[in-house]
Each structure stands twice: as structure tokens, then as C-alpha cells.
């Protein structure tokens, strides 16, 4: 089959990782029989350069017109003394709000290979972990209602936690249809000791969870969930929470991985459309030395094939290839701490292709 992906290398190490991960897709259609068509366009500090603003809307045409988008990371220090909203940053919020990318999946796996690099003590990883975080991404207090004004205490500030139901039942049914393919638990994360938010994010999720019989469902309080993420991982499979829980417990999470290069994520609207990228920035500190690792887009990119396009096999080749290069020992810098073989970002590329 013929499949469209929209291509926004982006800033720093973005195209360096992005090249590597569509030569794993090229591999995949060769072993497959698909056709992988890709449109390279430009956004963020690249996008700056070339035409004044950060997210030009033949990106968001090209992108719209596609059946995924596939990005490597913006920004830099080049851009950085620019004002907030002229920054290559907002060409991610643009790029959310323009293709209505409502859920982000954020899976947090420790690879047995790398299990030394994780900073839990060895008896709670051992066998590994495998958990996604599912984030809300266009709603709650990044998006609500903001402000300053005058109060008895003088100037202040404030930002609206908001939720509708039907923005919660539709990250929830996002949340439910994963457990469905996975383990089939659910844990819902929330304040709903003293947020009203919260509790109709509770009651929503709960309706929710009746067409899923076959589902386990939890709630958690988020303080508690950040605990517990540290305490007793293995109890989560797929977590789903709000924009600004989600933010800080998938970072919270990332941190069992090992290294920010090995952490793909996906963001999806309806439909299965979905945009996929590595978790991590652009990492101008070690641009253009042949130094990223490009596990983490590679791995988004297997998200890619699993989630929008429906290739499991496909999803699954690609995992095992990264696993075996792992298990033979080789490490891009950042996973060197505990030593290895080293390679660089282009002979990652190579070993993942050859396994
Ligand atoms: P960063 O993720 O770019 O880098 C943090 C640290 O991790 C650096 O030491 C970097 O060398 C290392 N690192 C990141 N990715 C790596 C990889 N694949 N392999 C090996 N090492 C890796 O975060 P930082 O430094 O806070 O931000 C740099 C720029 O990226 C900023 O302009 C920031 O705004 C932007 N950014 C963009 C994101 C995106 O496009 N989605 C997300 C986060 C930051
Ligand atoms: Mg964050």
C-alpha cells in the first residue's frame, strides 16, 4: 500500500534522527511491499530562516494532506533570544492545535539491555517495565482561560483548569482501546479530592470504562501516582491523565528509561491520524557530530506503522531490530555510561537496518 508521511525535520539533531528513522521505514516497505511517500517541510527555527515564522502553512497543508507526520525536534540557540511567540517552539503548539491532536502517548520502556542506566533499584525493574502515559493535549489550564488583575493582595495571576466531558471521554476511550491491545488496565490519574475538574474527569472516565468490561480501571490522585511511579512501577500498564498531570508524570516516567534518546511518542487526533516524534529537543550541544541516538524517532516511527497505519508486524520488526542492537552491546554516547560499544548516530542507523 501507498502511505503519505508529511516529514518535518526541524532543528539541531532533528534531521540527523529523521533521516535515520525514514531509512528504517524505506527498509520496512522493501520487506513489505508498501510504499512510503514522504514530503519534507519546514517548521521552526529551519522554517524562521527560510520564510520569517516558525510554522509556515504549506507545512500545516502538506501535513493535513497526509496520513501521518513524522517530526524531529525544533529549536536552538540561535532562536533563543527571540520573543516568546516568535519562538520555534510554538510551531509544535501551532502544529497540535492545526491537525487536532488531542491525545499524546508517551510509552516509558526499559529495555532489559539497558536496565544499568535506569535509576530504580534493580529488584523494582527487574523483568523491565513497560508503561504509556496517555496525556490530554489540547485542553485543561495550558489552554484555559489566563490573566492577570488586581486582588486584596495585590497583582496576581491566574490560569483556568477546564475540561469538557467530551474531551475527557475521548482521551478516555484513546486511554481504553490501548489497554484493549495491551494488558487491559487502565489508571486514571486525577485531583479529585479537590479539583471539580477532576471529578468530572472521574465520572467520565467511569462511563467510559462500562463499554469496557474486560478493562481494569484505577484512580489514582496524582500526588500518589507520582509516588507510586517510583515505588511500585510495575503496577501501571497504560495510564490516562490531563494536559499538566501528563506533562510532568510522562517526564516522571521517562526517567526509567535510561536516556531521553530512547523515548519515542506519538500524538493523535481522530481518525487515527497522528503526528510522531522523539520526546527529546533538539539538542544543540551535540548537532551535526554524529553523536544523537536515533532509537527514540526510529521507535516513533514504529508507533507510526502501529497506530495510524495499523502494520503491528511491521511495529514489531522494527522494536526487535533496536532490542538486538542493544543486546549485542552497541550504545550511541549517551547510553555509554555503563559502557558498551560505541557507535554514532549514522552506524546506529546501519546496525538497526542489518538487524
Ligand atoms: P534536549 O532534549 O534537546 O537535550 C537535553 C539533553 O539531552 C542534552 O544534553 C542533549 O544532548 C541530550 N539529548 C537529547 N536528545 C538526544 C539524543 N537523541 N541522543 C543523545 N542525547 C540527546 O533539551 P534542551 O537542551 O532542553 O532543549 C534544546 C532545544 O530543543 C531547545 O530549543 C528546546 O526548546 C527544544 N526542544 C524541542 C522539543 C521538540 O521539538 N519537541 C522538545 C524539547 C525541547
Ligand atoms: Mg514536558
Redesign the pocket.
Same mark, same amino acid.
Given at each position: 500500500m501507498n502511505y503519505k508521511i508529511a516529514v518535518v525535520p #526541524?532543528?539541531?539533531? #532533528?534531521p540527523e $534522527?529523521t533521516t535515520q528513522a525514514l531509512r528504517v521505514l524505506d527498509r520496512i516497505g522493501e520487506k513489505y511491499n508498501h510504499h512510503f511517500e514522504y514530503t519534507k517541510v519546514l517548521a #521552526?527555527g529551519a522554517a524562521i530562516d527560510a520564510t520569517g515564522g516558525c510554522l509556515p502553512r504549506e507545512t500545516v497543508e502538506v501535513c493535513k494532506a497526509s496520513d501521518a507526520v513524522m517530526?524531529?525536534? $525544533? #529549536?536552538? @540557540?540561535k @532562536?533563543?533570544t527571540l520573543p516568546g511567540d516568535e519562538? &520555534?517552539?510554538r510551531a509544535?503548539l501551532g502544529l497540535r492545535k492545526e491537525l487536532g491532536l488531542f491525545a499524546n502517548l508517551r510509552p516509558a520502556i526499559l529495555f532489559d539491555e539497558l536496565s544499568q542506566a535506569c535509576p530504580l533499584k534493580p529488584e523494582i525493574t527487574a523483568g523491565g517495565l513497560d508503561i504509556v502515559v496517555v496525556r490530554e493535549l489540547t485542553g485543561g489550564i495550558y489552554f484555559g482561560e489566563k490573566g492577570v488583575k488586581d486582588t486584596d493582595l495585590g497583582p496576581a495571576a491566574y490560569d483556568v483548569e477546564q475540561y469538557a466531558e467530551e474531551e475527557v471521554r475521548r482521551i478516555a476511550i484513546v486511554a481504553f482501546d490501548m489497554a484493549m491491545k495491551r494488558n487491559k488496565k487502565v489508571t486514571s490519574v486525577d485531583k479529585a479530592n479537590v479539583l471539580e475538574s477532576s471529578r468530572l474527569w472521574r465520572r467520565v472516565v467511569a462511563e467510559v470504562a462500562k463499554d469496557y468490561p474486560d478493562v481494569e480501571l484505577n484512580n489514582l490522585y496524582v500526588d500518589n501516582a507520582a509516588m507510586q511511579m517510583i515505588l511500585n512501577p510495575k503496577q501501571f500498564d497504560v495510564i490516562v491523565t490531563s494536559n499538566i498531570f501528563g506533562d510532568i508524570l510522562s517526564d516522571e516516567a521517562s526517567q526509567i528509561t535510561g536516556?531521553?534518546?530512547m523515548l519515542p511518542s506519538a500524538s493523535l487526533a481522530k481518525g487515527n491520524f497522528g503526528m510522531y516524534? &522523539? $520526546?527529546?529537543?533538539?539538542?544543540?550541544?551535540?548537532a551535526g557530530q554524529d553523536?544523537?541516538? &536515533?532509537?527514540?524517532?526510529i521507535l516513533s516511527a514504529a508507533m507510526m506503522l502501529r497506530y495510524t497505519f495499523g502494520l503491528s508486524d511491521e511495529a514489531n520488526d522494527i522494536e526487535a531490530a533496536v532490542k538486538k542492537v542493544l543486546a549485542d552491546g552497541y550504545r550511541? &554516547?549517551?547510553l555509554m555510561a555503563n559502557g558498551g560499544k560505541q557507535m554514532g548516530t549514522q552506524e546506529a542507523g546501519d546496525r538497526i537496518l542489518a538487524a
Open positions: #526541524g532543528d539541531g539533531i #532533528g $534522527v #521552526g517530526l524531529g525536534a $525544533v #529549536g536552538g @540557540w @532562536w533563543d519562538r &520555534p517552539e509544535l536516556s531521553i534518546g516524534e &522523539p $520526546v527529546h529537543g533538539s539538542a544543540p550541544d551535540i553523536k544523537a541516538n &536515533p532509537m527514540a524517532t550511541t &554516547p549517551d
